[in-house]
Protein backbone atom coordinates (compact mmCIF):
# COMPACT_ATOMS: atom_id res chain seq x y z
CA UNK A 1 0.00 0.00 0.00
CA UNK A 2 1.47 3.50 -1.13
CA UNK A 3 1.33 5.87 1.55
CA UNK A 4 1.66 9.70 0.35
CA UNK A 5 2.91 12.67 1.76
CA UNK A 6 1.04 15.53 1.68
CA UNK A 7 2.52 18.78 0.47
CA UNK A 8 3.90 21.22 3.08
CA UNK A 9 3.48 24.97 2.37
CA UNK A 10 6.36 26.36 3.22
CA UNK A 11 5.29 28.68 5.99
CA UNK A 12 3.61 25.50 7.65
CA UNK A 13 7.32 23.64 7.82
CA UNK A 14 7.96 21.60 10.64
CA UNK A 15 4.60 21.94 12.02
CA UNK A 16 1.82 19.31 13.08
CA UNK A 17 -0.90 19.83 10.43
CA UNK A 18 -3.71 18.95 13.83
CA UNK A 19 -2.57 21.53 15.98
CA UNK A 20 0.16 24.03 13.80
CA UNK A 21 2.80 23.03 16.93
CA UNK A 22 6.04 22.34 16.24
CA UNK A 23 6.28 18.72 15.28
CA UNK A 24 8.87 16.53 14.18
CA UNK A 25 7.33 13.13 13.69
CA UNK A 26 4.52 11.72 11.03
CA UNK A 27 1.24 10.26 11.33
CA UNK A 28 0.57 7.73 8.93
CA UNK A 29 -3.25 7.41 7.82
CA UNK A 30 -3.79 4.22 6.34
CA UNK A 31 -6.66 3.97 3.69
CA UNK A 32 -9.82 1.59 4.21
CA UNK A 33 -12.34 0.56 1.48
CA UNK A 34 -14.59 3.38 2.72
CA UNK A 35 -12.06 5.82 3.29
CA UNK A 36 -12.38 9.31 0.64
CA UNK A 37 -8.68 9.65 -0.03
CA UNK A 38 -5.64 7.80 -0.28
CA UNK A 39 -3.25 6.69 2.53
CA UNK A 40 -1.79 9.72 3.86
CA UNK A 41 1.64 10.71 5.57
CA UNK A 42 0.74 13.94 7.96
CA UNK A 43 3.38 15.67 9.92
CA UNK A 44 2.04 15.77 13.47
CA UNK A 45 3.24 16.56 16.99
CA UNK A 46 3.51 13.49 19.41
CA UNK A 47 0.57 14.59 21.18
CA UNK A 48 -1.95 14.47 18.19
CA UNK A 49 -0.20 11.70 16.92
CA UNK A 50 -1.40 9.37 19.64
CA UNK A 51 -4.66 10.92 19.34
CA UNK A 52 -4.73 10.53 15.37
CA UNK A 53 -4.05 7.31 15.74
CA UNK A 54 -6.59 6.30 18.55
CA UNK A 55 -9.51 7.87 16.12
CA UNK A 56 -8.65 6.98 12.99
CA UNK A 57 -12.63 7.08 11.98
CA UNK A 58 -13.49 7.04 8.42
CA UNK A 59 -11.19 10.01 7.29
CA UNK A 60 -8.28 11.78 7.72
CA UNK A 61 -10.82 15.34 8.33
CA UNK A 62 -13.26 12.79 10.90
CA UNK A 63 -9.41 12.29 12.26
CA UNK A 64 -9.00 15.46 12.67
CA UNK A 65 -12.27 16.33 14.25
CA UNK A 66 -11.50 13.48 16.83
CA UNK A 67 -8.08 15.34 17.88
CA UNK A 68 -9.57 18.33 18.39
CA UNK A 69 -12.62 17.23 20.78
CA UNK A 70 -9.45 15.11 22.83
CA UNK A 71 -7.73 18.29 22.75
CA UNK A 72 -10.90 20.86 24.29
CA UNK A 73 -11.19 17.94 26.52
CA UNK A 74 -7.31 17.33 27.72
CA UNK A 75 -6.98 21.26 27.96
CA UNK A 76 -10.07 22.49 29.19
CA UNK A 77 -9.01 23.94 32.37
CA UNK A 78 -6.46 26.13 30.17
CA UNK A 79 -9.23 27.00 28.24
CA UNK A 80 -11.21 27.93 30.86
CA UNK A 81 -9.01 30.65 31.88
CA UNK A 82 -10.11 32.61 28.75
CA UNK A 83 -13.86 32.80 29.90
CA UNK A 84 -12.93 33.45 33.79
CA UNK A 85 -10.30 35.91 33.14
CA UNK A 86 -9.28 38.22 30.63
CA UNK A 87 -5.36 39.33 30.65
CA UNK A 88 -6.04 42.98 32.11
CA UNK A 89 -7.86 41.57 35.29
CA UNK A 90 -4.85 38.55 35.40
CA UNK A 91 -2.45 40.99 35.20
CA UNK A 92 -3.97 43.22 37.66
CA UNK A 93 -4.78 40.54 40.32
CA UNK A 94 -3.43 40.12 43.69
CA UNK A 95 -2.09 36.78 44.10
CA UNK A 96 0.41 36.77 46.52
CA UNK A 97 1.33 33.50 47.41
CA UNK A 98 3.71 31.72 45.10
CA UNK A 99 1.33 29.29 44.03
CA UNK A 100 -1.05 32.16 42.69
CA UNK A 101 1.72 34.17 41.81
CA UNK A 102 3.04 31.23 39.31
CA UNK A 103 -0.77 31.06 37.97
CA UNK A 104 -0.92 34.94 37.16
CA UNK A 105 2.26 35.07 35.08
CA UNK A 106 1.78 32.11 33.21
CA UNK A 107 -2.22 31.53 32.75
CA UNK A 108 -2.79 33.94 29.89
CA UNK A 109 0.37 32.46 27.84
CA UNK A 110 -1.37 28.75 28.57
CA UNK A 111 -4.70 29.49 27.60
CA UNK A 112 -3.18 31.19 24.04
CA UNK A 113 -1.11 28.18 23.44
CA UNK A 114 -4.36 25.48 24.34
CA UNK A 115 -6.65 28.29 22.15
CA UNK A 116 -4.08 28.41 19.23
CA UNK A 117 -4.04 24.88 18.71
CA UNK A 118 -7.92 23.95 19.11
CA UNK A 119 -8.36 26.40 16.69
CA UNK A 120 -5.57 25.79 13.90
CA UNK A 121 -6.65 24.69 10.52
CA UNK A 122 -3.99 23.06 9.02
CA UNK A 123 -3.56 23.24 5.36
CA UNK A 124 -5.82 22.14 2.63
CA UNK A 125 -4.51 18.44 2.02
CA UNK A 126 -2.81 17.78 -1.26
CA UNK A 127 -0.87 15.49 -2.74
CA UNK A 128 2.30 16.73 -5.98
CA UNK A 129 -0.02 19.82 -5.77
CA UNK A 130 -3.04 18.07 -6.51
CA UNK A 131 -5.57 18.74 -4.20
CA UNK A 132 -7.72 15.95 -2.45
CA UNK A 133 -10.70 18.13 -1.13
CA UNK A 134 -11.56 21.72 -1.38
CA UNK A 135 -11.58 23.68 2.22
CA UNK A 136 -14.97 24.29 2.09
CA UNK A 137 -16.32 20.39 1.99
CA UNK A 138 -14.85 19.76 5.05
CA UNK A 139 -17.52 20.90 7.47
CA UNK A 140 -19.93 18.83 5.14
CA UNK A 141 -17.33 15.98 5.26
CA UNK A 142 -17.40 16.36 9.13
CA UNK A 143 -21.15 16.30 9.69
CA UNK A 144 -23.03 13.31 10.29
CA UNK A 145 -26.56 12.10 10.84
CA UNK A 146 -28.20 8.81 12.41
CA UNK A 147 -31.47 8.54 13.52
CA UNK A 148 -32.83 11.56 12.56
CA UNK A 149 -30.43 13.42 14.61
CA UNK A 150 -27.80 15.75 13.02
CA UNK A 151 -24.45 16.02 14.40
CA UNK A 152 -21.58 18.15 13.36
CA UNK A 153 -19.04 15.18 13.60
CA UNK A 154 -19.04 11.97 13.76
CA UNK A 155 -16.99 12.19 16.60
CA UNK A 156 -19.96 13.82 18.30
CA UNK A 157 -22.19 10.94 17.48
CA UNK A 158 -20.28 8.51 18.83
CA UNK A 159 -19.58 10.82 22.03
CA UNK A 160 -23.64 11.13 22.11
CA UNK A 161 -24.38 7.34 21.85
CA UNK A 162 -21.70 6.00 23.97
CA UNK A 163 -23.25 8.31 26.89
CA UNK A 164 -26.91 7.14 26.18
CA UNK A 165 -26.33 3.73 25.60
CA UNK A 166 -23.44 3.24 28.31
CA UNK A 167 -21.08 1.89 25.76
CA UNK A 168 -17.43 2.25 25.46
CA UNK A 169 -16.66 5.14 23.24
CA UNK A 170 -13.02 4.07 22.26
CA UNK A 171 -14.65 1.02 20.93
CA UNK A 172 -17.66 1.96 19.20
CA UNK A 173 -14.49 4.40 17.57
CA UNK A 174 -12.63 1.17 16.64
CA UNK A 175 -15.87 -0.43 15.23
CA UNK A 176 -16.81 2.82 13.22
CA UNK A 177 -12.98 2.82 11.83
CA UNK A 178 -13.21 -0.40 10.22
CA UNK A 179 -16.79 -0.78 8.75
CA UNK A 180 -17.27 3.24 8.23
CA UNK A 181 -20.29 5.56 8.75
CA UNK A 182 -22.48 3.84 6.87
CA UNK A 183 -22.49 0.75 9.38
CA UNK A 184 -23.17 3.45 12.49
CA UNK A 185 -26.05 1.11 13.64
CA UNK A 186 -23.80 -2.06 13.14
CA UNK A 187 -21.01 -0.34 15.03
CA UNK A 188 -23.56 0.46 18.11
CA UNK A 189 -25.16 -3.08 17.69
CA UNK A 190 -21.86 -4.91 18.52
CA UNK A 191 -20.89 -2.22 21.30
CA UNK A 192 -24.08 -3.01 22.74
CA UNK A 193 -23.90 -6.78 23.05
CA UNK A 194 -20.67 -6.89 24.30
CA UNK A 195 -20.39 -4.63 26.95
CA UNK A 196 -18.27 -4.77 29.12
CA UNK A 197 -15.66 -7.74 27.73
CA UNK A 198 -12.44 -7.25 28.50
CA UNK A 199 -9.92 -4.99 26.32
CA UNK A 200 -8.74 -8.49 24.58
CA UNK A 201 -11.81 -9.57 23.59
CA UNK A 202 -12.49 -6.15 21.92
CA UNK A 203 -9.29 -6.18 20.19
CA UNK A 204 -10.72 -10.04 18.72
CA UNK A 205 -13.99 -8.62 18.03
CA UNK A 206 -12.00 -5.93 16.08
CA UNK A 207 -10.06 -8.29 14.07
CA UNK A 208 -13.14 -10.63 13.26
CA UNK A 209 -14.69 -7.56 11.84
CA UNK A 210 -12.03 -6.73 9.48
CA UNK A 211 -11.81 -10.59 8.54
CA UNK A 212 -15.56 -10.21 7.80
CA UNK A 213 -15.15 -7.07 5.59
CA UNK A 214 -12.18 -8.58 3.80
CA UNK A 215 -13.87 -11.89 3.10
CA UNK A 216 -16.76 -10.06 1.32
CA UNK A 217 -14.60 -7.70 -0.84
Not at 180 to 186: D, E, I, L, N, V
Request: proline share 4%; with cysteine.
Amino acid sequence: MSIHPIDVPFNKRHLCWFCEEPSNQTFEYLRLPHTPHPSLAIPACNECKQLAKANMLTSIWDCRAAVKDQLIIKYQKHLAIGHNWTEQELKESEFSCKVFEGFKNSAWMMYNIAKDRVNAKGWQISIDEQPISEEHDYSALQAFSFDDIEFSSITQAISHYSKTLGVSSEFVTQLVSVLGKQQFAKALTLARLNIGVTKGRQRQIIQDVMHEKDALS
